[in-house]
């Protein structure tokens, strides 16, 4: 059996990979915008700050314009390292050099506030603009596909510098019974052989190598058991018991008033 190998702040890389399940990123007296949930672990003197934090109203001008998304997201600053994952699922970096990528917003975990948040006009997507690093998660390895193409949309994690996909439909889906059927009932969905975003024009599309979406979960919500602060679990019986505990003003993640609403 192989020996593991322990890291310390000296041993952990910086802005990459420690593998590809977690990715370090270091702060020198700096901020990233971080999506609640993301962090396990950090070195170093770290704070984070919900989005509608008064003192970081102008970053927030400048890099972040997505009320529908506001309370999902924080702001880290300090000086150390900070470990990022999503439930074992890949992790990436990726570098954007005066470009714009859209994005699905459950999968991007944390990026460089030289880049710009938008919201995207496509449903559950975001919009990243300018040049800077980003960290995002995808179920199985990222692959990287030219349009003119069609993609299954559970298999879509993003596409950048070309023109937001259309959607196609398949003509037997169109027509035949079947799909009649689920036109008029919703009963069967449909599959990627049926149902496809096309995307024409230049640029690059990104899709993770399965056709299961990340599944959602409740953004940095502590779970539900005994001994875990926050998680309301019952004392000995390992049973969440119902109520929740209250707010605290200033507490991580807790917003004093909602960005834009």
Not at 56 to 67: G, I
Request: aromatic share 8%.
């Amino acid at each position: 059996m192989s020996t593991p190998v322990i890291h310390d702040p000296t041993t952990l890389p910086s802005d990459d990979n420690v593998n590809p399940y977690t990715f370090c990123v270091e702060l020198k007296g700096s901020q990233w915008f971080l999506q609640k949930g993301k962090m396990i672990a950090y070195y170093g003197r770290i704070e984070f700050n919900g989005i509608g934090h008064g003192r970081l109203d102008r970053l927030v001008r400048t890099s972040f314009h997505s009320p529908l998304h506001a309370s999902d997201w924080v702001v880290a600053e300090g000086s150390g390292k900070m470990l990022l994952a999503d439930r074992a699922f890949d992790v990436n970096s990726f570098d954007l050099d005066q470009g714009n990528l859209t994005i699905r917003s459950g999968n991007l975990l944390a990026y460089e506030p030289t880049l710009a948040l938008k919201q995207s006009i496509v449903p559950g997507f975001v919009t990243l603009i300018g040049t800077g690093k980003f960290v995002a998660a995808s179920n199985g390895p990222v692959v990287f596909m030219e349009p003119p193409m069609r993609v299954d949309p559970q298999a879509l994690v993003g596409w950048a510098d070309c023109p937001s996909p259309c959607h196609h439909y398949d003509h037997g889906y169109m027509t035949g019974v079947m799909g009649g059927v689920r036109a008029l009932t919703g009963i069967g969905g449909t599959s990627g052989e049926e149902h496809q975003f096309e995307f024409v024009g230049a640029g690059t599309v990104l899709l993770q190598s399965t056709e299961l979406l990340m599944p959602d979960r409740a953004i940095g919500g502590p779970p539900a058991q005994a001994g875990v602060p926050g998680g309301h679990g019952s004392h000995g019986s390992g049973q969440a018991v119902q109520g929740s505990a209250p707010r605290l003003p200033g507490q991580l993640g807790d917003l004093q008033r909602r960005f834009g609403l």
